[in-house]
Structures are given as structure tokens and as C-alpha cells.
């Protein structure tokens, strides 16, 4: 029971009980508000709590407002299956308009199919049409300009001929006018080289007659002093013998005192060796030995020694003279970017090395390593 209807009902029980002649009137309206197990609870606790008269009269009211309670759900039936039997045929009518409507769209389909199918064949022949007109176009346009540009490389080859053969002809010209001036400037040369002649026979010829006469002056004048001088001869041909001795003497020790000192002076050159010749790039061997390499490959090493084998020279060290004769002389530096020598030094090839050598010691002043290939 709800609590919307409690207090309905026990109001009405209240007036039942309390009797009157309200008593049937509330019965049969508290049996509208209250189902069968309900009623029948009720009807029992009034026959407890009444008297038998009003008893008898509640009983009787509850009995009516069952039946009326029993006989209200037939209707709710009927109207609930008139509901459904309506829900039903709505459904039924959905359903057939639905098939109709897809058996109309059913209907309409292939003929929009097809009217698509015409539209997209109209089209791609459009298409198709504009396609070959803009091929036709581009290929017209590029038979045009494969003309223009034909015709422009035979016009400047039509140029290059003519200037072509123009240079050409100015070239022969000029060869003929450097021909003609040379001819001429020999023919001026020989003239010029004729007078020369002629004027320097001249010369000779005055000259030496000019020398003859000197040469009479000075026999004259010799003579004359001879005559004057005789007395003295004696002492002088004494005085010229002592002096040629010791003029002898002179150049003995003038030619040993000048070895000596060309030998102190290579010494003197040999401290003076610079070795900063490589920071400058005149001499850039590596990078010309890239671009030159057959001229670094003098090929196999013979040593003057047999059996001797490679040693990694290093400056200061001191050769024997066998290796650095004139067969491993390096006779062209400048061929190999090497800075020219001066004084005793040499250039010397030592297997696949360059080194510098002091010819009068044999010491090593400056070595390259792995130089040849």
C-alpha cells in the first residue's frame, strides 16, 4: 500500500467503526482503494472489533468493492489488447509503406543508374575531346618551336661560318703582312749588318795602322833606353831572377792557401744552410709530385755495395764518398722542386730518399724521406 493511501484508509476505517449511516459508503470506498488479500484482512478485523449488525454490513460492503475490484481489470485488458492491436496495424501500414517505398527507390535505381552512367560517358568523351585538342596544341606548339629553334641554330651556325671564314681570312692577311715585313726587316738587318761591317773593317784598318806607329814609338823608345841603361844590366837580370823566384814561391803558397780557405768557406757555407726552405711554396714538391709522377719514378736502386741494405738516414750522419759519386747525383733540382745548391753541397739519391750531402765530409745536412716513388 502506498503512503499516499494510508491515511485514505484508515480515515475510512475510523468512520466504519464508529458506525453511522456513513459506514456502507466508506466501506465501498475503501474496497475501491484496496486489493483482494487487503480486503479480506480488513473485513475480518471489522467482524472482530463491530458489533454483528454493522458487522455484517461492513462484510457486505467489502464484498461489493471486491466485486467491483475484479470486474475494473477486464476493461484494462481490452483496452491494453485494443493498444497493442492498434500498435500492430500501424506497424503492419509502416511496414507496407516501406516496402512500397523501397521497391519504388528499387524501380527508380537502374534508371538513375543509367542516367549516371550516360552523364559520366558524355563527360568522359568531353574529356576525352579536350584532351586531344590541348595534345594537338602542345604538340603543334612544340613542332613550332623545335622550327624556331632549328631555324635559330642555323642562323648562328650560318654566323659562326661567316666569322669563321672572315678570322680566317684576316689570319692569312696577316700572315702575308708579317711574311712581308719580316722580308723586309731582314733585307734592313743585312744592309744595317753590311754598313756595320764596312764601318768596323774601317776601323780595324786605322786601328792597327795606329798600332803599328805605337809600336814604332815604343821599339824607339826602347832602344833609346837600352843604350841609356846598358851599364845596368848586369844587375838587373840578378835582381830579375831573384824576384821570379820568389814570385814562384808566392803562387805555391797562394794556390795551397786558397784551398784552404775555399775548404774553410764550404765549412762556413755548410753552418750557414738554412733549412726553412720549406715554408716556402716555390718549393712544393709533394703537392708537384701528385701532378708529375713519372717524373718521380726513376726506377730501381742500385748500391754501390752489394749486400747493403736500407738505413733511415738522419742529419749528421756520414756516408761513404761510393754513395754519393756522380752516378746518384741529382744534376736538375729545380725538376723536383728542390732549392738549388751551393758551396760542396749536392742533391744525392739514396734508394727512395734525397739527401743533402757535404761532398768534402760526407755529412748529412738535409734529407727528404720516401721522395721517390
Known amino acids: 500500500m502506498d503512503s499516499q493511501v494510508e491515511p485514505i484508509v484508515s480515515k475510512r476505517i475510523n468512520d ?14 475503501l474496497s475501491i482503494l484496496m486489493k483482494g488479500s487487503a480486503l479480506s484482512a480488513l473485513a475480518f478485523a471489522l467482524a472482530l472489533v463491530a458489533p454483528p449488525e454493522e458487522a455484517h454490513a461492513a462484510t457486505g460492503a467489502v464484498e461489493a468493492g471486491a466485486e467491483f475490484e475484479s470486474g475494473q481489470p477486464d476493461t484494462r485488458r481490452e483496452r491494453r489488447a485494443n493498444r497493442r492491436g492498434e500498435r500492430r496495424q500501424t506497424r503492419q501500414n509502416n511496414r507496407g509503406q516501406r516496402t512500397q517505398a523501397r521497391q519504388e527507390r528499387r524501380t527508380e535505381r537502374p534508371a538513375a543508374r543509367q542516367n549516371n552512367r550516360a552523364e559520366r560517358r558524355e563527360s568522359r568523351q568531353d574529356n576525352r575531346a579536350e584532351r586531344r585538342s590541348s595534345r594537338q596544341n602542345a604538340q603543334s606548339e612544340r ?32 700572315r702575308a703582312e708579317r711574311r712581308g715585313n719580316r722580308v ?25 795602322s795606329d798600332r803599328r806607329a805605337n809600336r814604332g814609338d815604343r821599339v824607339n823608345r826602347r832602344t833609346d833606353r ?46 750557414r744552410w ?12 709533394y703537392g708537384h709530385r701528385y701532378s708529375n709522377r713519372s717524373i718521380f719514378s726513376l726506377g730501381r736502386y742500385y748500391a754501390p ?5 736500407y738505413n733511415r738516414l ?19 733540382p729545380w725538376r723536383y722542386r728542390l732549392p738549388q745548391v751551393y758551396g760542396p753541397y749536392r742533391w744525392v739519391r739514396y734508394y727512395d730518399d734525397v739527401v743533402l750531402i757535404d761532398t768534402y765530409t760526407g755529412e748529412v745536412v738535409d734529407v727528404i724521406h720516401d721522395f721517390f716513388w
Open 16 to 29: 466504519a467503526v464508529s458506525g453511522g449511516a456513513a459506514t456502507q459508503e466508506a466501506l465501498m470506498n
Open 143 to 174: 613542332r613550332n618551336t623545335r622550327r624556331t629553334d632549328e631555324r635559330t641554330v642555323e642562323r648562328r651556325d650560318a654566323q659562326r661560318r661567316n666569322q669563321q671564314s672572315s678570322r680566317n681570312r684576316e689570319r692569312v692577311n696577316n
Open 274 to 285: 738554412n733549412r726553412t726552405w720549406r715554408n716556402n711554396n716555390r718549393y712544393n714538391w
Open 226 to 271: 837600352a843604350r841609356r841603361d846598358g851599364y845596368r844590366d848586369g844587375v838587373r837580370s840578378e835582381r830579375r831572377a831573384d824576384r821570379r823566384r820568389d814570385a814562384r814561391r808566392g803562387e805555391r803558397r797562394g794556390y795551397r792557401n786558397g784551398v784552404r780557405q775555399a775548404q774553410r768557406q764550404a765549412r762556413r757555407d755548410h753552418r
Open 184 to 208: 723586309e726587316n731582314r733585307a734592313d738587318r743585312r744592309d744595317n749588318r753590311a754598313g756595320n761591317r764596312a764601318e768596323r773593317r774601317g776601323n780595324r784598318a786605322a786601328n792597327r
Open 305 to 309: 755495395y752489394r749486400g747493403h741494405r
Open 314 to 332: 738522419r742529419i749528421g750522419f756520414r756516408l761513404d764518398n761510393l754513395f754519393f759519386s756522380s752516378r746518384y747525383y741529382i744534376n736538375d
